[in-house]
Structures are given as C-alpha cells and as structure tokens.
C-alpha cells in the first residue's frame, strides 16, 4: 500500500503567490482531512471530507484558503494570496470508516 | 481549539528506563488515540482506547483511560533509541471523522 501521498514535499514562494497542495489518500478511503502544523498552534485541522463532501472547514483560517475533492483520489488545499504567516506544514490525513487516520509525510511550506 | 493538554512537553531518559506521557482533556469522548510522529514525518497511529476501556496493551505500549478524570497515560516499557520521536493525544467525541491534538511531548531517548 503506497500510503498517503502529498506534494510537493516543500514549497517555497513569495508573499502574494497562489499555492497549491496536493494530496493522494488512500484508496478505499472514504475521509480526508487536511491539517496545519505549526510549533506556536501545534496541529490543527482546517477542513475534512467524507465521501468527496466537505463536511466541516470550521478550521479554515479565512477565505484566502480554499480546498477541493474533486474524486476518491484527489484533493487539494489552495491558499490565494499567501501571507508569511502561512508558513507551516500541511498535512494530509486520510481513513476507512471508524478506523484511525494514515498521514502523509506533510509539505512544508515557506512564504517569503 | 486543542483539547488535549499533554506532560510533560519535553522528556529526556536512557535506554531501558521506562517513559511516560499524560494527557488531559475537556468534553466527553468516545476513544482517544495516541499517535507518534518522527522528524520531519506524518503522524502514525499507535494505539485506541475506547471510552468504556481503563487499559490497553500493545508491545511495549500500556495506555490508560480515566474517564472520570478526563485523562490517559501512554507508558512506553524498555525503550529504544528508536523510540525517540513526539507523541501525541487525540480525541474522538462522536466517532465521527474529527480528531482534536494535544500539543505533544517530545520524547528523547538516549543510548
């Protein structure tokens, strides 16, 4: 099983860019979950989907973040315009009904 | 908002002792869940006890539930170098699909 799969791994970009995250979740997986890591907030969650709907972005900082599922197998995270204070690392998480949530490896993003 | 309130942060002990981690939360759940997360990688499962549980074994992991405190403990028996990693706490309340973290305790273990 090749597990969650993000990329990029890292990104760097200036201030005022669009990023964008990508992520894999586990095939047969029906709930995704993106998160933020940073060492002053820890782990945050933004958003989560089941079955390809968004069911909770309580967690979305503000409407410069946007994130979509447009299938099973992909999802992505975007930020437009990015600030210095998006710099952290994203993770993507994914899992099967009650069973507990695989993480990809996170993209650490830096905006200059 | 993070839920879990973990101790210590920081750990620090030698091969073979013993380390332990608590956690404390605030709402009723339905399981918590500890998680491990090396440098630079994703966090991986390690172990869930469900709220009608006190104790669950796993290897050298003993994790401990007290509802009525609102607090688990992960005991890691015999450790590792290996083991050297952070380890955090998370809640489920309605088994649903959210998760809320603790901060974590970053654990070291020296050779």
């Known amino acids: 099983d090749a597990g969650v799969i993000q990329s990029p791994r890292h990104e760097v970009t200036e201030m005022g860019q669009e990023v964008t995250l990508r992520c894999k979740p586990i095939?047969?997986?029906?709930?995704l979950f993106w998160y933020r890591q940073t060492m002053m907030r820890g782990l945050e969650l933004l958003i989560y989907f089941n079955n390809n709907v968004p069911i909770d972005d309580s967690g979305m900082p503000e409407d410069r973040f946007s994130a979509k599922m447009p299938n099973a197998s992909f999802s992505t995270l975007k930020i437009q315009p990015s600030e210095p204070r998006d710099s952290a690392v994203y993770f993507c998480?994914?899992?099967?009904?009650?069973?507990?949530?695989?993480f990809g490896d996170g993209t650490r993003l830096s905006i200059l | 908002s993070q839920q879990g309130e973990e101790d210590p942060q920081a750990l620090s002990i030698q091969e073979g002792e013993n380390a332990t981690m608590n956690c404390s939360y605030k709402?009723?759940?339905?399981?918590l869940q500890w998680y491990r997360q090396n440098s630079g990688r994703g966090l991986v499962h390690l172990i869930l006890?469900?709220?009608?549980?006190r104790e669950k074994h796993s290897g050298r992991l003993r994790v401990t539930l007290d509802t009525s405190k609102k607090s688990s403990s992960l005991l890691i028996t015999a450790s590792r170098a290996a083991d050297t990693a952070s380890y955090f706490c998370?809640?489920?309340?309605?088994?649903?699909?959210?998760?809320?973290f603790g901060q974590g305790t970053e654990l070291s273990v020296k050779p």
């Open positions: 006890i469900r709220s009608n549980e």
């Open positions: 095939s047969g997986h029906d709930y």
């Open positions: 709402t009723s759940i339905n399981n």
């Open positions: 998370a809640t489920d309340e309605n088994q649903g699909g959210k998760l809320i």
């Open positions: 998480a994914s899992k099967e009904g009650v069973q507990p949530q695989h």
